[in-house]
């Protein structure tokens, strides 16, 4: 093997452990906030909170995940989106064990603001690590990292619902510090033993020059460029809010489903959002970006409108399946395309808006039902979806 060989042999495996080490953040991020949120209800029972004095102090890890997304990218192009993402990751692990220790809706809002903003840190940071091996592995491989997060959320839920009778939340948000810390050691030395990949240049196709994140800036031009595609984000995220608080709700009222038809709606759009993203790289090198986000946007705003509408249950869950298949891809593709237009920053960005999208989502969706109908109000989803399948057309040049 000669030493070209070599050094390609290297780097590749260099690359691959790279890959293994931060899909493992994604999952691990996923699997710990769903692991947390199958808890909130013990919590809201252990601090004696109203339901307004809850959501009050849920809307810390919403305070404390913008404020850090909008800080992380800066820390990222000072430190590296590899040690940001460790640290990050320690504090989430560590964080997570703190809601069980409080007393009160208010020192739970507080502690939930720090838990907020090492989930908005690890967020950005490792969305920035993943941009570095899109351009380093000249591949569009970003949604399989998405896939990971929904996979991790999909176990953790799971997982936090079969030990919440056997477990307390104190002892089972523990146990989660622990698994964090963990994977942390095991995956966090990879990430520190290896600096940011540089774009592949050995024979493969030659990138667009927005291929490497850090070879732009934010100016006038790029900003304007991750605002709209943080605009694709928002209309994704905001699905999925909508989605996880009201899916549920219109089956039993609109559609008189029991209790676990209810819960299987919800199911099915994350389980198919899943394997979209699990099969995101094949279709995304098939179509390209561009034909991927408007083909996923229509296909989700029909989706939503047969799972708005339907007179039948069974209807009513093809239509949230189809909706998960159809927005699968497209935050993944608006967050990897930021970042190679504008680096860390933009990936801040377009994951601000997404944040926003999926805070957004399940307010707007009660006060327009409170307007008209619950099913009118799902439609709103349908809406963005097209609004972004028109956001990706349109700009078609930006993202490939």
Not at 21 to 48: M, S
Not at 49 to 78: E, F, I, K, Q, Y
Not at 125 to 139: I, Y
Request: charged share 10%; with cysteine; glycine share 12%.
């Amino acid at each position: 093997m000669n030493k070209v060989h070599l050094r390609a042999a290297v780097r590749d495996n260099a690359l691959t452990r790279l890959r293994v080490a931060v899909t493992a953040f994604f999952a691990l991020d996923g699997f710990v906030f769903a692991g947390w949120v199958v808890r909130i209800p013990d919590i809201k029972h252990q601090t004696h909170a109203s339901t307004g004095a809850l959501g009050l102090a849920l809307l810390g890890v919403s305070a404390g995940a913008v404020v850090t997304m909008t800080l992380t990218g800066r820390l990222c192009r000072r430190y590296g989106s590899h040690l940001v993402t460790v640290v990050c990751a320690v504090l989430l692990s560590l964080s997570v064990a703190l809601p069980p220790l409080t007393h009160s809706a208010p020192a739970l809002g507080a502690v939930l603001m720090i838990f907020g903003a090492a989930y908005g840190g690890i967020n950005v940071a490792f969305n920035s690590a993943a941009v570095d091996l899109v351009a380093a592995l000249q591949r569009p491989v970003m949604p399989t990292f998405h896939a990971a997060f929904s996979l991790g959320g999909m176990v953790g839920a799971g997982l936090g619902g079969a030990v919440a009778g056997y477990l307390t939340p104190a002892h089972h948000l523990l146990c989660l510090t622990v698994i964090g810390l963990l994977v942390t050691a095991v995956c966090g030395r990879t990430l520190l033993r290896h600096e940011r990949p540089a774009p592949a240049d050995r024979g493969r196709p030659k990138a667009p020059p927005t291929a490497e994140p850090e070879a732009r800036g934010l100016n006038a031009r790029t900003r304007g460029v991750v605002a709209v595609l943080g605009l694709v984000a928002l209309c994704t995220a905001y699905g999925e809010g909508a989605m996880a608080d009201w899916g549920a709700l219109h089956f039993q009222q609109d559609l008189a489903a029991s209790p676990g038809v209810a819960a299987a709606g919800y199911s099915c759009f994350a389980l198919a959002m899943t394997i979209g993203r699990l099969t995101g790289t094949t279709l995304i090198e098939r179509l390209g970006r561009t034909r991927t986000i408007v083909a996923g946007g229509c296909t989700a705003t029909a989706g939503m409108l047969l799972g708005c509408f339907a007179p039948s249950v069974w209807a009513a869950l093809l239509g949230f399946a189809v909706t998960g298949l159809g927005l699968a891809n497209l935050f993944p593709i608006a967050v990897e395309r930021a970042g190679a237009v504008a680096g860390p920053s933009g990936v801040a960005i377009a994951s601000t808006f997404g944040y926003g999208g999926m805070l957004l989502g399940p307010p707007a969706i009660g006060f327009i039902a409170d307007w008209l109908s619950l099913p009118t109000a799902l439609a709103s989803v349908a809406a963005l979806a097209a609004v972004a399948a028109a956001i990706g057309f349109a700009t078609r040049r930006s993202v490939g």
